[in-house]
């Protein structure tokens, strides 16, 4: 039997017990660029490369600022990131002129999973082509989910990556220290990573974006991010 016969339908099982629609998105998800975000106990720092090719990938498409303390990052199909989004700044301010109080990074974690997951057990729907790390500061402290089709994770690790892959390779370069790191070392830690995997040179220029206790969410510009890279290389050469 082919494997055509069981993907025409996102609730139609394989013999194998495998939703097939499921897994090609979550392919979807890992393919395009990486986002890394790391993770202290006050700020979260999220960033990105964007390689060379036609179709450039602008910050705007890779992050987007849901309100002054609350950061989403994506990872796959643009033009769902782009629904998703309106989708979340609609509900938070509903629940703001609802309840006239910002809504719990929590709450909106919650909500946009069970979004993804009604478009995995209705027929006729397409399951989203993304994943999402959530990033946000609210009166209980700085929370990180990460959301797919199948989970909704809360993560106290220190490093969380849209590729598995990458996840399991660079975890073990953290330790326990970053977890009281200020942003600029949150920086530099995610600049080791890229260098680890390769991903950036003296000529590149990551994307990179904050928020936390204190600080709304902003994006660095071109002198900040070159002052960093130009710091961070000279560091390596030292060594």
């Known amino acids: 039997m ?3 016969q069981y993907d025409s339908d996102v609730t139609l099982y394989s013999p194998e017990g495998k939703l097939l629609q499921i897994e090609y998105s979550n392919s979807a998800c890992i393919k395009g660029e990486v986002l890394i975000c790391v993770k202290s106990v006050n700020h979260a720092v999220f960033s990105f490369v964007d390689k060379k090719r036609e179709y450039k990938i602008t910050p ?3 992050i987007f600022f849901l309100s002054s303390n609350i950061i989403i990052g994506v990872s796959g199909i643009i033009g769902d990131s782009k629904i998703i989004c309106e989708l979340l700044k609609n509900e938070l301010k509903e629940y703001e002129f609802i309840n006239n109080t910002p809504m719990p990074v929590f709450s909106l974690a919650r909500f946009v999973s069970k979004f993804f997951h009604t478009n995995t057990i209705y027929r ?3 399951p989203f082509g993304i994943s999402i790390m ?3 500061y609210d009166i ?3 929370h990180l989910f990460r959301i797919n089709q199948d989970n909704l994770s809360q993560s106290d690790s220190e490093l969380v990556v849209t590729d598995s ?3 399991k390779k660079n975890k073990k370069l953290f330790s326990e220290k970053i977890k009281l790191s200020s942003i600029h070392e949150l920086i530099y830690h995610i600049l080791i990573v890229f260098l680890k995997n390769e ?3 003296s000529k590149t220029k990551p994307n990179i974006c904050c928020v936390g206790k204190k600080l709304k969410a902003t ?3 071109y002198r900040i991010k070159k002052f960093f890279l130009n710091c961070f290389f000279n560091s390596m050469i030292s060594v």
């Open 140 to 142: 209980t402290g700085l």
């Open 2 to 4: 082919f494997r055509s």
């Open 60 to 62: 705007v498409d890779k």
């Open 219 to 221: 994006f660095f510009g």
């Open 199 to 201: 991903t950036i040179t």
């Open 124 to 126: 006729g729907t397409r």
């Open 134 to 136: 959530l990033a946000g």
């Open 165 to 167: 892959r990458q996840y």
